[in-house]
């Protein structure tokens, strides 16, 4: 797991620059647990875990179901308190000023919903403007425009689709201009087409507003295409804090080799990874064989006009990680 580097300097010595870049953490959890009370015994849903997440950042935190990524968000949005160890938000205890923050947070749950069923979708968004006391119209309606939305605004949320009904839970997330975004498998579900406008909009967002993005997903290629950040926590444990590009680069002499035909090819060094219908992917170590090594044995063995190389993904360096 990756760690943040200590300073031996007390924060009166450090530069104006260096005080700015502390006061830039806007989560910060220290050897934070979580224990439940099971049937027989107590359970540790989170195992001193601790990570900083600075303004700005977009993160990915992945990891199998039951790793522990939603009791973490509970924590973060002040819905329970932890077990052990210490949990600032925005600067606050997130439990003791959960009112406070939430002015500040912004949440979009693929399971629940911020928006009324019977009512157009424009309320809902009116009704978010007053009760977070916000006339930022413009703002709104920039989100509408950008998140694509003006074709169903006075529909009521009922007869949306769920990538449409999304799209205003996003919107309905935003309407406060919060600094941090929590989106927890907010994507599930949706077609290919409203998740690139969603994910694209997250990018704009973030670059515009510096708008700080927690995700979690189950569809890695979102992480590896938006995040600069990889939390990665398995039976929670940390098991990767650090850029998405230093957790890549861990696996950075390993490829992917697909073969399209249905026999397993025995090669010294080559691995099977995946069995599809019609072809096999295999991983191997480019400094143990290299391609053009494996192309003269695909070659004799006539197959070489059926072999696809690639690089590996996320999903399949967290795959072969065992987690």
Known sequence: MCSTKNS????HDLSAGEQTIMQNKIIEVKTVSKAYKGATDMILALNDIDFNIEVGDIVGYVGQNGAGKSTTIKLLLGLMLPTNGEISVLGNNPFKKRIQNAKQIGTVMGQKSQLWWELPLIDSFKFLQAMYDTKDDAWLAQLIDLLEVNDFLHKPVRELSLGQKMRGELIAALVHQPKLLFLDEAT???????????LNFLMQLNKTKQTTIIMTTHDLREVERIANKIILIDHGQLKFNGAKSDFI???KNMEKVEIYQSAILEVPGLKLYQEN??????????DELTEKQLNKIFLEADI???VRYSDLDLTDILTLSGI
Do not use: M, P
Request: glycine residues 4%; negative net charge; proline residues 0%.
């Open 188 to 198: 599930l579900g949706l077609d290919v087409q409203t998740k690139n406008v969603f």
């Open 249 to 251: 680069a861990e696996f």
């Open 304 to 306: 070489i006009s059926n």
């Open 277 to 286: 219908q019609d072809s096999n992917v295999y991983v191997f170590n480019i």
């Open 8 to 11: 031996d300097k007390s924060e």
